[in-house]
């Protein structure tokens, strides 16, 4: 099946540091991906839209001067967590769609210290 | 996109049948079913994917109704490895791709 790879797979940074986070489709395109967060225990969330070439898509209640995604080409899609706080230290998975399935990467853990 | 509604937990030992049952009463007509286990601190990954009736691959077998407002995945002869999260997702947005996760199970095998 397709393959979807994240970049880094853990980072550590500091209160008030940006951290940019990588997202590939390997084997296919993708003029479309996904960003979810997943808090401790709970189910995946769907934060963005990615989209190659425009604007990003935000749900409800993300704010997307924070959360700041760049779909610069059809395999590569970026979400950079700026001035990060603790608050924002969770588990970022994106994914990328083929007709009727989603394929996901393996996820990236971030820790605001 | 449909809602989904799954049981929150389930137990099994190894070696039985672990059936999942996933209602999803407000499924649109051009919408699939799709299942996807979750380990801790990994992506989703995908199980198996249906329309109607049975579908059956390598790990599991997917049971769909007629009226397809549910489906149940079924595990046969689960192992401690197999404990994990499992997602019942229903209609994939064609025009987006967006898929929205209800809570999921978590399935617990014991020995």
């Known amino acids: 099946g397709a393959v979807v790879s994240q970049h880094p797979s853990r980072v550590i940074c500091k209160s008030g540091t940006s951290v940019k986070i990588e997202c590939r489709s390997l084997?296919?395109?993708?003029?479309?991906m996904f960003w979810y967060r997943q808090f401790p225990k709970q189910s995946l969330m769907l934060m963005a839209t990615s989209n190659e070439g425009s604007k990003a898509t935000y749900e409800q209640g993300v704010e997307k001067d924070k959360f700041l995604i760049n779909h610069a080409s059809l395999t590569l899609s970026t979400l950079t967590v700026t001035s990060a706080h603790p608050e924002d230290s969770s588990f970022y998975i994106c994914s990328a769609p083929l007709p009727n399935e989603q394929f996901f990467g393996p996820g990236t853990r971030l820790t605001v210290l | 996109l449909a809602k989904t509604t799954q049981p929150i937990s389930m137990d099994s030992y190894e070696g039985q049948e672990v059936n999942i049952t996933c209602s999803h009463n407000n499924i649109a007509t051009n919408d699939y079913i799709t299942w996807y286990q979750q380990f801790p601190s990994q992506g989703p990954r995908f199980i198996i994917q249906g329309y109607k009736t049975k579908v059956t691959n390598e790990v599991a077998s997917l049971f769909i109704p007629a009226d397809r407002k549910s489906s149940t995945l079924s595990l046969p002869r689960v192992s401690l490895s197999d404990t994990a999260v499992y997602y019942c997702l229903v209609g994939v947005d064609t025009n987006a791709g967006k898929s929205t996760f209800g809570d999921g199970t978590t399935l617990t095998v014991k020995p």
């Open positions: 084997d296919f395109q993708a003029t479309t």
